[in-house]
């Protein structure tokens, strides 16, 4: 998967372990729709608390769903990783549909740490990560909860907003917005980055089979 809105980082080349994950990265319509989610949610929950103080809202250009979380692992791993990769994603015949849906925090709305967007239970992506988990766990010590509930995370907390379960409620109650449909192309192995203001993602490899796509 070819994509403009992670920037690539060359491979690390000394003995520190970096931090990886595998996701799948939004095209830019599905961002949109995510941000004009977003950006609702902000001006609902923004009213009546200090929103620099409270809230840290993802950057449209971070937008991504994991699939699996490897943890930190040596720079020297990375290309047999690489490796296992490209051989899983092309011995697939079909990737998921994914249609966007619903709101939701971690671990519940009364103490959130972390807010997302959703989506429907799709075979497929559970079969996706399964596949990942089988083959990743033979290379780096891995538990099966390494693969996360399936959503993207729009905003982490730092303090508790005013009324925020109440307005959360209202929000998750609402239908006001439409169904995004976003048909997955492919899987990129991620580095998260400590940064002042959260973790930067970027992208190491992008693996995909030959399986056309479009967005919403």
């Known amino acids: 998967m070819e994509s403009d809105t992670f920037q690539s980082l060359e491979q690390p080349n000394d003995v520190t372990p970096v931090r990886l994950f595998f996701s799948i990265n939004p095209p830019p319509d599905v961002i949109h ?6 950006s609702e949610v902000r001006r609902v929950l923004e009213t009546g608390f200090d929103p620099k103080r409270a809230v840290r809202w993802t950057r449209p250009t971070q937008f991504h769903l994991t699939i699996l979380f490897l943890g930190n692992v040596p720079p020297a791993e990375i290309a047999s990783l690489e490796t296992a990769a490209n051989e899983l994603m092309a011995s697939l015949k079909e990737l998921p549909i994914l249609t966007l849906s619903g709101l939701g925090s971690f671990p519940a709305f009364h103490r959130p740490r972390v807010l997302w967007v959703g989506c429907r239970s799709n075979g497929l992506l559970q079969q996706l990560q399964s596949d990942f988990l089988a083959a990743f766990s033979k290379k780096i010590p891995l538990r099966k909860n390494e693969r996360s509930y399936p959503h993207i995370t729009i905003a982490r907390f730092r303090h508790l907003p005013r009324r925020f379960a109440e307005r959360m409620r209202i929000l998750s109650e609402k239908n006001w917005f439409p ?35 479009d967005g919403c």
Request: net charge negative; aromatic share 8%.
């Open 179 to 213: 169904e995004c449909v976003w048909r997955v192309n492919g899987v990129s192995l991620m580095r998260s980055v400590p940064a002042p203001d959260g973790a930067e993602y970027t992208c190491l490899s992008n693996f995909s089979p030959d399986i056309s796509t």
């Open 33 to 38: 729709h995510l941000s004009a989610i977003q």
